[in-house]
């Protein structure tokens, strides 16, 4: 799963943040015919009773700082991948 995962990721250009009827925040990204959920972010009603119409901004920078560990995570990935394939200098 981790490997398709990675793989939609790095061929993926756009993500949707889409507002539930439960009222969830979900980070998605859509796949041929079907969404593919990546973080879901549950904000209280009361943290949104809080913030007011700025808890979708509050919300949106959390969802950033999510896709940036992940961006993250592939490079580190891609990174050792390309120091596996390097061949060693004895000398």
Same mark, same amino acid.
Not at 7 to 24: A, D, K, M, P
């Given at each position: 799963?981790? %490997?398709?995962?990675?793989?939609?990721?790095? $061929?993926?250009?756009? &993500?949707?943040?889409?507002?539930?009827?439960?009222?969830? &925040?979900?980070?998605?990204?859509?796949e041929e015919s079907e969404a593919l959920?990546?973080? @879901?972010?549950?904000?209280?009603?009361?943290?949104? #009773?809080?913030?007011?119409? %700025?808890?979708?901004?509050?919300? @949106?920078?959390?969802?950033?700082?999510?896709? =940036?560990?992940?961006? $993250?995570?592939?490079?580190?990935?891609? $990174?050792?991948? @390309?120091? #596996?394939? @390097?061949?060693?200098?004895? =000398?």
């Open positions: 799963m981790a %490997d398709k995962l990675a793989g939609i990721l790095e $061929e993926t250009r756009v &993500l949707e943040i889409v507002e539930l009827e439960s009222g969830e &925040l979900l980070l998605q990204i859509q959920p990546l973080i @879901r972010l549950n904000i209280t009603s009361e943290m949104k #009773e809080f913030m007011g119409d %700025d808890y979708a901004e509050m919300a @949106r920078e959390m969802l950033t700082a999510g896709v =940036h560990a992940i961006t $993250e995570r592939l490079a580190e990935k891609e $990174e050792k991948a @390309r120091e #596996e394939e @390097r061949p060693k200098i004895l =000398h």
